[in-house]
């Protein structure tokens, strides 16, 4: 059982992916949150800038520690068996799919076929105004578990860069797995903490960009025999949390912890009655989840805000801001 909190850095404006905190993942390089991984840092350990074009420390925080947030998988969708391993398109479309072995992905499952629940369960275009409609159906989340089912080749560690080889993807700074290579065979980090069946737990997780969705917590019993974990074993073991509360961490000590009340569900899950629990942090209030207002300066940005606007025949709404009764940040907008 799971005592859940999550650590965040505030202010800031995020744009990326998370990470796990506690218990340390292996994907954090047994990096600490010190100078060299704080943003601004001025050496910063992460040196993805020839890349991104963005320069060095791009990944910093306590939600991309040791550059942990470039673990992940593009292209999966709902119950599909192939991730495409390439693109990555804000709004799904058909090639997207295709790419994908031509998957077709389940429909949303999330609610347990309750809409009042689902719309609880919803973080981000609660109620469909978006010019792309509910263009989020395909995602993972909202079939929670089911982004590796049927999927032999799924990590459930994430991949180096969360694409192909070929893909041009930013890596690691480390070295010790290669370009799309699995999570799994990243180096063991040594001891870690004990838990006793039964017991109850803290674990923890941070953001560096907030692209809505949940998250559930798995464990996976290592193999006698040295051979990586497979989805299908996590899948085997998901834990549950305790209470309905989270506790929100600042990286800064002189903020004092916060606790909000957490949306949990059990149905419409996978593995049945598997228990997912809602992202409780708000984002902006756009399709993107940031430079909601047009402000964003970022020439990448705009670049890709063009492509899917012609892409969508020109009904992108990437940065265009919904109305307020479409934005649904967790049961408090206090944070």
């Excluded at 990326?16 to 047994?30: D, E, F, I, T």
């Excluded at 100078?35 to 601004?40: L, V």
């Excluded at 009655?273 to 940031?290: E, F, H, I, T």
């Excluded at 063009?306 to 408090?332: L, V, W």
Aim: include cysteine; aromatic fraction near 8%; hydrophobic fraction near 30%.
């Amino acid at each position: 059982m799971l005592y859940h909190t999550l650590l965040i850095s505030a202010p800031l404006l995020i744009a990326g992916h998370g990470a796990m905190v506690y218990p340390p993942p292996r994907s954090a390089h047994n990096q600490t949150l010190d100078a060299r991984n704080r943003c601004g840092a001025s050496d910063p350990y992460s040196k993805t800038n020839s890349q991104t074009g963005l320069g060095d420390g791009e990944y910093c925080g306590i939600g991309c520690l040791g550059e942990a947030c470039l673990y992940y998988q593009i292209g999966c969708y709902a119950g599909c068996g192939t991730c495409s391993l390439t693109g990555k398109d804000l709004y799904p479309t058909q090639a997207d799919l295709a790419l994908a072995d031509d998957c077709k992905p389940i429909e949303p499952t999330l609610g347990g076929g309750d809409p009042a629940h689902e719309r609880e369960l919803r973080t981000h275009n609660v109620d469909g105004l978006s010019a792309m409609g509910d263009w989020t159906r395909v995602n993972p989340w909202r079939a929670p578990g089911t982004a590796g089912m049927g999927n032999p080749n799924f990590q459930p560690c994430g991949i180096n860069s969360g694409g192909s080889a070929a893909f041009s993807n930013p890596e690691t700074t480390e070295k010790d797995v290669p370009k799309a290579g699995p999570g799994t065979a990243l180096p063991k980090i040594g001891k870690g903490p004990i838990w006793t069946r039964g017991s109850t737990v803290e674990a923890s997780w941070a953001i560096y960009a907030n692209h809505a969705g949940g998250y559930s917590y798995r464990l996976c019993k290592v193999n006698a025999d040295g051979s990586a974990p497979t989805e299908e074993c996590f899948q085997q073991t998901p834990l549950n949390f305790v209470g309905n509360q989270t506790e929100v961490r600042y990286t800064d000590p002189s903020k004092p912890s916060v606790t909000i009340p957490a949306v949990t569900t059990s149905v419409g899950t996978y593995p049945k009655g598997s228990m997912w629990r809602k992202n409780p942090v708000p984002m902006c209030n756009c399709d993107l989840g940031y430079g909601c207002f047009g402000w964003n300066t970022v020439s990448a940005l705009k670049k890709i805000e063009k492509a899917d606007a012609i892409e969508a025949g020109g009904k992108s709404s990437m940065f265009t801001p919904y109305s307020a009764t479409n934005f649904h940040p967790g049961q408090s907008s206090s944070i």
